[in-house]
């Protein structure tokens, strides 16, 4: 019995450093090394910033020189000038400007590939419908800025389908160039002084200035009010300004 029990105590002593060798091991499993992309994809920021095309990559590696060159041009000016050295750069000197638009592009998938993974969608997939048919500004509106003019009688639904389409791609044109204005500030948002300098940078666009002029403070009200005689009579020799068919009455 004492040899049973002598027997017993040592089988109780070998599990028990048994256990004391396992606990290393069990140490050892926790600090699993982790591949290398999982760290990445912990680092990256759901805030992936956007490709860039070559133009704006041009805008970025000339907009210091041109404004050193010009420190008391405006915003509308050193946008003019850039437009055209963009111009005038030969395919040659395009490429390298080409060539960061594509890296820039490569970039911006992988980043969006690694967030996929993470279950992160940073530019979820939109419906393919026909760009042709679908209308963003709704047709009865329209057609009551349409018919605000005294001279328009009934439209067609075919005709006022082509205005509002031509009138959507008015705003995106005059959107993106407000775009280009604003990247030359190094600002993300389009103010109304960006709008303005594209209305009055651009010849295109020469029948808005009268509409929207470009002043740098309003008037005295006592020098409104001694043009105000001969604006009405400008104003009723020319018929109504295009801001009139955009107030409610």
Not at 94 to 116: G, M, S
Not at 139 to 148: D, F, G, P, S
């Amino acid at each position: 019995m004492a040899e049973i029990v002598h027997m017993e105590i040592k089988s109780d002593e070998e599990m028990d450093s048994e256990e004391v060798q396992d606990t290393p091991k069990l140490g050892n499993e926790v600090s699993i090394p982790v591949d290398p992309s999982q760290e990445e994809t912990k680092d990256d920021d759901t805030n992936v910033a956007k490709p860039q095309s070559a133009y704006f990559h041009f805008l970025a590696d000339k907009r210091p020189q041109v404004k050193a060159e010009n420190p008391n041009a405006t915003i509308g000016a050193l946008q003019k000038i850039l437009g055209t050295l963009w111009k005038e750069l030969s395919a040659e000197d395009k490429e390298p400007y080409i060539q960061k638009a594509l890296l820039d592009k490569e970039r911006y998938a992988k980043a969006k590939e690694r967030l996929l993974e993470r279950g992160i969608d940073i530019e979820p997939e939109k419906p393919e419908v026909a760009s042709e048919d679908i209308l963003l500004l709704p047709l009865a509106r329209v057609k009551r800025i349409i018919q605000a003019d005294p001279d328009v009688g009934k439209i067609s639904k075919d005709a006022l389908i082509v205005i509002t389409k031509a009138t959507e791609q008015f705003i995106q044109y005059l959107a993106a160039k407000g775009q280009d204005s604003a990247m030359i500030s190094k600002r993300k948002t389009i103010k109304d002084s960006d709008l303005l300098q594209v209305i009055h940078g651009h010849g295109s666009l020469d029948w808005l200035r009268d509409d929207f002029p470009q002043v740098s403070s309003r008037p005295s009200e006592a020098k409104v009010g001694s043009k105000g005689n001969n604006e009405a009579k400008t104003e009723a020799a020319n018929g109504p300004r295009i801001t009139t068919f955009f107030t409610r009455s």
